[in-house]
Structures are given as structure tokens and as C-alpha cells.
């Protein structure tokens, strides 16, 4: 049964930076579209960076392109995900997923998600 455990959410300052990162155990990331996904209360989650996994081509919601950096360590079968120039926007609970298909994954019908990391940004 594969596992994502997410970690490196926290509270920081507008103009911030977070990493975070989602390993995984009985998934091989590198078999498999890895992204991340905000969550915020009343609001449905949404796609903020996907890795697919054939390919290595990264895609970004417009709200972080420029901002965030997805990539992932297959040696420690990790993803993470570089979030620099933080704004209050960015707070939400994120969440990580593994999905076999990238087309599954921005559908949100990813196999595996992980519990989240909440990210706070304060201005």
C-alpha cells in the first residue's frame, strides 16, 4: 500500500520562502506523475504544480509560475516543491499525489494523496 507523508508546511512572512516535501513509501515517484495541490476552506483544491513523469515537464498554475519550483530526488523517492516570494494568497493546506496517468493527476484522480502541510503567510 503506498504512502505520501507530506512535510515543511509552516507560518512565514509575505516575501517568505517554504519547502516542502512529500516522500514516498511503496510508490516509485519516478514512475508515476507526481504534483502538489492548495486547498482552502470552501474552495475546491487546486492544481499548483504537476512533474510528469515520462517527460519531466513541469506545469504551473499562473498564480506561481515565476514563484514555485516542483522537482523531484528518485534516489530518496521524494518530490518537492520550492515556494519562494510567499503572498497571503498562497495560504492553504497543500497536499502532494502520485497518479500513474498526468492527465489523472490534474483531474484530481491521482491513486495516492498525502494528508497536507498547512502553509500560513501573514503580510
Known amino acids: 500500500q503506498g504512502q505520501l507523508v507530506e512535510s515543511g508546511g509552516a507560518s512565514v512572512q509575505a516575501g517568505g520562502s517554504l519547502r516542502l516535501s512529500c516522500k514516498a513509501s511503496g510508490v516509485t515517484f519516478s514512475r508515476y506523475s507526481g504534483g502538489w495541490f492548495r486547498q482552502v476552506p470552501g474552495k475546491e483544491r487546486e492544481a499548483v504544480a504537476t512533474?510528469?513523469?515520462?517527460?519531466?515537464?513541469?506545469h504551473y498554475a499562473d498564480s506561481v509560475k515565476g514563484r514555485f519550483t516542483i522537482s523531484r530526488d528518485n534516489d530518496k523517492n521524494t518530490i518537492f516543491l520550492q515556494m519562494d516570494g510567499l503572498r497571503p494568497e498562497d495560504t492553504g493546506m497543500y497536499y502532494c499525489?502520485?497518479?500513474?496517468?498526468?492527465?489523472?493527476?490534474?483531474?484530481?484522480?491521482?491513486?495516492?494523496w498525502g494528508q497536507g502541510t498547512q502553509v500560513t503567510v501573514s503580510s
Open positions: 499525489a502520485a497518479a500513474s496517468a498526468w492527465v489523472e493527476l490534474v483531474r484530481k484522480r491521482a491513486q495516492y
Open positions: 512533474l510528469h513523469s515520462l517527460t519531466g515537464t513541469t
